[in-house]
């Protein structure tokens, strides 16, 4: 059975860090590209980061540039993202999605994660 499985959410301050994980089975990792997605209520999901399925490539949006990065490993079949220098507005649930084409829009995208909650909280 085909799971994606995002882990590594939590609590934690402004200014600290975090690393999401995204554990794929069923899927033939290194065919896909992974995109990182964030959605808080009431909005739309937003594309954080994104990898090609070679690592070749990696895209992020203006607002994580510089304090996110994110990473594969083939043959463990995982996605990482680590995120620094944490900000209250990056309180979000995370998800891991992939797809065939590459880029930061959601519509690239045909498989997804359930989601992590991450909350950046004094």
């Known amino acids: 059975q085909s799971q994606i499985v995002e882990s590594g959410g939590g609590l934690v301050q402004p200014g600290g860090f975090l690393t999401l994980s995204c554990a794929v089975s069923?899927?033939?990792?290194?065919?896909?590209?992974i995109g990182w997605f964030r959605q808080t209520p009431g909005k739309e999901r937003e594309g954080v980061s994104c990898?090609?399925?070679?690592?070749?490539?990696?895209d992020y949006a203006d607002s994580v540039k510089g304090r996110f990065t994110i990473s594969r490993d083939n043959a463990k079949n995982t996605v990482y993202l680590q995120m620094n220098s944490l900000k209250p507005e990056d309180t979000a649930v995370y998800f891991c999605?992939?797809?065939?084409?590459?880029?930061?829009?959601?519509?690239?995208?045909?498989?997804w994660g359930q989601g992590t909650q991450v909350t950046v909280s004094s």
């Open positions: 990898i090609s399925s070679s690592g070749d490539r990696t």
């Open positions: 999605a992939l797809g065939v084409a590459y880029g930061l829009g959601a519509g690239f995208y045909e498989y």
């Open positions: 069923g899927f033939t990792l290194d065919y896909y590209a």
